[in-house]
Every structure is written in structure tokens, then in C-alpha cells.
């Protein structure tokens, strides 16, 4: 029986589970900028829809620390660029809490995106 080239493709891409490296937390800039990283490179992540009064900015840096400390793992659902710089919304590794949303529940943030 022969075996064709591309249901032997299709089979290695859905059936061998490929080891990936999450991104890391790097550093907290401020409540809608931080650095991620994994082993090639360092990425500026502004976050989608956050929008933290300056009253608050110092609030909003503590809590994303504490709930996403250096050399935390992460997932990155990217949704666009502004100048060059990354948006997305930034999961912990098992997506269970999201940067933004975290902030907006905390009511530190507003709800009301104008990315």
C-alpha cells in the first residue's frame, strides 16, 4: 500500500505534538506597555484596550506584577499594530486570566477601547 507525500505531511503536522517555547514576562513598563521574550528574541507588547487613569498608573503596575511576575509564562493573541509597535492581550500560560480584562475588573481600567 502506498502512502502519499501529503497524507504523510498532514499526519507529522496534526499528529506530532511540535514543542514550543512560551513567551516570558520580561518587564511591566507602565499598565498597557510590557516586554515579553522567549529564547530569540524581545517583543514590546502594548495591551489591546487599556486605558488606566494616571491616578491609578502606579495601582495597575503593582497588580499586573503580582499577577504576572518576571519570568512568568504567557500567551500572545496579537490584534494589530500602531507604529510599529505590537497590540494584543496577554494570557497567563493557561488562559485563565487576561492583562486588560484583569485591569477592567479591578476597575482600574476602562472598558471602552479606542485602539
Known amino acids: 500500500m502506498k502512502i502519499h507525500l501529503k497524507y504523510l505531511i498532514i499526519f507529522l503536522i496534526f499528529l506530532?505534538?511540535?514543542?514550543?517555547?512560551?513567551a516570558e514576562i520580561l518587564q511591566?513598563?507602565?499598565s498597557n506597555n510590557i516586554l515579553v521574550g522567549?529564547?530569540?528574541r524581545n517583543i514590546s507588547?502594548?495591551?489591546f484596550c487599556s486605558q488606566v487613569d494616571e491616578n491609578n498608573?502606579?495601582?495597575?503596575?503593582?497588580?499586573l506584577?503580582?499577577?504576572f511576575p518576571r519570568g512568568n509564562k504567557v500567551k500572545i493573541k496579537p490584534i494589530g499594530f500602531k507604529e510599529n509597535i505590537l497590540i494584543a492581550k496577554v494570557?497567563?500560560?493557561n488562559e485563565t486570566k487576561e492583562m486588560s480584562e484583569l485591569l477592567i475588573?479591578?476597575?482600574?481600567?476602562?472598558?471602552?477601547c479606542q485602539n
Do not use: R
Not at 475588573?105 to 471602552?112: A, V
Open 16 to 22: 506530532i505534538p511540535v514543542q514550543a517555547n512560551p
Open 28 to 30: 511591566i513598563n507602565s
Open 38 to 40: 522567549d529564547q530569540n
Open 45 to 47: 507588547i502594548e495591551l
Open 57 to 63: 498608573e502606579m495601582i495597575a503596575i503593582n497588580l
Open 65 to 67: 506584577k503580582k499577577e
Open 91 to 93: 494570557f497567563n500560560i
Open 105 to 112: 475588573t479591578k476597575g482600574l481600567s476602562s472598558d471602552k
